[in-house]
């Protein structure tokens, strides 16, 4: 199924908003879930959306629910999500630290009471359209999302708890860096698994600790788990900064850490920081340029056409489903359609 | 050689003065050398002495050099070192960013003009220990620096570019991360040079690009170079990391982004966030002391007694070199007492 990503947003739209979200929810999350689509990270896209359907009707997600600054400072704010979108939380608690850093310096927001806010990298993205370097780490708290061994130990105990930056560049993209903390993201084993396909050496063990390619080892029962970043020779430092991002992103919020809860809580870590603070944009960018310059100019690997920076991929991505429409796999687009049917949404999407 | 922390302080101390430092400078500095000993990071240790007066010799370190806040906000200041220690910019800029922090919530500084600062972990650990988050990012700028290829290239691009984070745990020790966004730190090559060992698997590749174990083949001319962490499968993320390192420690504090001079120059980026901003310290320490409990209760690998929180082997390593005293290497020490007899320091430190 291939569909342009006007159509498909209004296809989400419609679909939020007959399942009880209001109308600038619905867009704000539909122009998110499509934005993965569309910079090539479907397992953030649209896939998510008879997910939320059901968290609406489930009551995880408040289809109404009004966000509330809890505590505040000139340079950080607490937002009590209500257990609505987290795109929504999300996309205003980096507003409001961008509006902050612009006359602090730098500002940081604690996000709880939240659900899923999507990929990272757009709200960073966010913060460097405004002349900032945006940052943003998220947990959360379900006792069944301890996937990530820790350094040492053989069984789930963390998150795979992603971090993402974004820093301007001028007049090329921003940077944008988005990854989880364990060597794969999870959707990567899903995908492997639906595929038939083995996993590359050292990304995850089987419920007895043995390294395995085989992502069946990872959803048996009990499970195995991932490996964190860095794997065999260096997984302490993955597992150092999996710690970090949990601990910013649910024990600073209140969300609560890896393992907190029965209930799905994304906690959720944003800072700003305003360029202009430190030093003028315009050197800055020429620092950051020249650093990227130098980098992309290296002697590459065989096989290795182009060094590509963090966000590269993504932006020619964009351009080439903006061009050529965006691809969704047939199981996928039969539950949207299934979704859409149940909540009284009819159309040809063709 | 064993010897006592006091005594090593006294000699560091002595050397320092008698090379034209000023006496609080070096007693920081000499305290932060020993501190390093002490926690069992001998490559940060008083190792750097010799280095140290040379650089003084040389015009490196300006042993005279005045602190200046170039630019500051409620949330934020830039400091010119003046090409001193770095190590009295550094625990400067530390206390300057906490105290703004109790009252802008976070605050941030970068410094440039700045000479080695030492290991990270202990400026970290003093945020912590006044009630905050303390991260720190480090890089530098010298051409002969880059030491990291990027994904998918083969020659050194980038430094080490080390990240460190300190987390306050109410009565047990801070939480202390602190590494290299490399698979390796560039010292424990060194070390497996020294010492005729070879390195894991995945950590190095020689001027071709092909895996290496070989030490040699780093410092080869034309030389190796080390992976970014997550090597062969996942050095994209270390790559982005150590891109994000490089951006705020080099383009926002002004010093310089890897490869952008001839100088050795740290650029120091410094973040403090105040938890009592967010969420009150005894819940947050709630939150996170039960995170590390949940994980170091995990079911551990075949041959690993106890799961270690970062942090934890430096503090038992500083009890026990507090005790015991500290080992230092024949050849250091032989530095040491050379370099100590050429500024006039003479004595029995047996």
């Known amino acids: 199924m291939r569909i342009t990503a006007e159509k498909l947003k209004e296809l989400a739209y419609s679909v939020l908003v007959s399942a009880g979200a209001r109308a600038e929810d619905s867009k704000l999350v539909s122009d998110n879930l ?61 507003t409001l630290a961008i509006d902050k850093a612009s006359s602090a310096g730098v500002a940081s927001a604690g996000i709880f009471n939240c659900n899923d806010v999507g990929r990272l990298g757009g709200y960073c993205t966010a913060a460097a359209e405004r002349d900032c370097i945006g940052i943003m780490t998220v947990n959360d708290g379900a ?30 993209p921003p940077l944008c860096a988005d990854f989880a903390t364990s060597v794969l993201a999870g959707g990567k084993i899903e995908v492997a698994r639906k595929r038939g396909e083995e996993l590359p050496v050292g990304c995850i063990i089987d419920a007895l600790g043995r390294p395995s390619t085989n992502p069946e080892d990872f959803f048996a029962s009990p499970p195995g788990a991932l490996l964190p970043l860095g794997g065999a020779v260096a997984g302490h430092k993955g597992f150092a900064l999996g710690l970090i991002v949990d601990i910013l992103s649910g024990a600073l919020s209140g969300s609560g850490c890896s393992g907190a809860g029965e209930r799905y809580a994304q906690g959720v870590f944003i800072l700003v920081i305003r360029i202009a603070a430190f030093t003028p944009l315009e050197e800055f960018i020429e620092r950051a340029s020249r650093l990227v310059e130098n980098t992309k100019a290296s002697p590459k690997a065989d096989g290795i056409s182009e060094i590509l920076i963090p966000g590269e991929p993504e932006w020619s991505e964009k351009e080439k489903r903006l061009r050529e429409g965006i691809i969704i796999e047939k199981a996928t687009w039969a539950d949207i359609v299934q979704t859409a049917g149940e909540v009284g949404v009819h159309g040809d999407w063709k």
Chains 1, 2 share one sequence.
């Open 143 to 172: 006792v069944y999302t301890k996937l990530v061994a820790p350094w040492g130990g053989i069984s789930g105990a963390l998150g795979t708890n992603p971090i993402s930056a974004a820093v301007p560049m001028g007049l090329a």
């Open 34 to 94: 499509v934005e993965s689509n569309l910079v090539g990270h479907d397992s953030h896209g649209v896939i998510r959306l008879p997910r939320y359907v059901k968290e609406i009707r489930e009551g995880q997600i408040n289809p109404r629910a009004s966000l509330r600054i809890v505590k505040e400072n000139p340079g950080s704010l607490v937002i009590d999500a209500d257990w609505g979108f987290g795109q929504v939380a999300a996309a205003e608690a980096m």
